[in-house]
């Protein structure tokens, strides 16, 4: 049986490939990976962020919309340099952040997951 091991890759498509590259490569603080023609992979930890400014781009009004959800180490820091850019944001939760890229995509950012040791074993769910 074929099964999906893990997700790859995930494409933003949006109109200027300058403000994306310095929203997600300087603000979030992704390394450029590959770059060429009119893309650039950008590496997200265990995949590419591909930002493309060809082809048609889903409209982030409409049923097919696009929300990037990312993890962060320092939420802290985050905050300060997104409003250091003038980038508006806000708090989700104390640990998620919500703001939206240059071709208005929602991007969510969450802090660090929770350890497996946080979360309740089959045992302990039985006697609640």
């Known amino acids: 049986m074929l099964g999906l091991e893990s997700l790859a890759e995930i494409t933003v498509y949006g109109r200027d490939m300058k403000a994306a590259l310095h929203f997600y490569r300087d603000l979030l603080g992704m ?7 009119a893309h650039t992979h950008l590496d997200a930890g265990n995949m590419s962020l591909v930002l493309r400014t060809t082809w048609r781009r889903c409209d982030h009004e ?4 696009c929300r990037l959800i990312l993890q962060c180490d320092d939420l802290v820091g985050l905050r300060r340099r997104l ?9 989700m939760t104390p640990d998620a952040v919500l703001c939206r890229d240059p071709d208005d995509n929602e991007v969510l950012v969450w802090g660090a997951a929770p350890a ?3 979360f309740p074993s089959d045992e302990s769910r039985k006697d609640s």
Do not use: R
């Not at 390394?31 to 023609?37: D, R, T």
């Not at 409003?83 to 708090?91: F, L, P, S």
């Open 116 to 118: 497996v040791a946080d």
């Open 31 to 37: 390394p450029v990976g590959l770059n060429y023609f």
């Open 83 to 91: 409003a250091a850019a003038g980038i508006v944001w806000q708090d």
């Open 62 to 65: 409409g049923p097919y919309g």
